[in-house]
């Protein structure tokens, strides 16, 4: 099943590569695809992966768009946009 969430945060290429580097990590996802231009995160998985990809999108700085968005998550999206950037 194709599922879409819109996320906060999303700045660049940097970020689109952690995001789908770390997204694939979780059991069940297969694909994922980052649009940058409308902030949108798209994959492909089951039901029961949903709440994994909004946690991990969360622990990367990525909250999604209607939860709160501190400073904390706004700081962690700049060390995972860096390091989308290195690797």
């Known amino acids: 099943m194709v599922q879409e969430l819109e996320i906060q945060n999303l700045k660049c290429d940097g970020c689109a590569n952690t995001i789908e580097t770390e997204l694939l990590k979780i059991d069940g996802v297969t694909e ?6 409308d902030s949108k995160v798209r994959f492909e998985s089951n039901n029961e992966t949903l709440p994994a990809v909004i946690e991990r999108l969360k622990q990367l700085g990525y909250p999604v768009a209607d939860a709160e968005n501190t400073i904390i998550n706004k ?3 700049y060390v995972s946009c860096i390091r989308g950037r290195v690797s």
Do not use: D, P, Q, Y
Request: zero cysteines.
């Open 75 to 77: 700081a962690t999206s």
């Open 32 to 37: 994922v695809l980052v649009n940058e231009e």
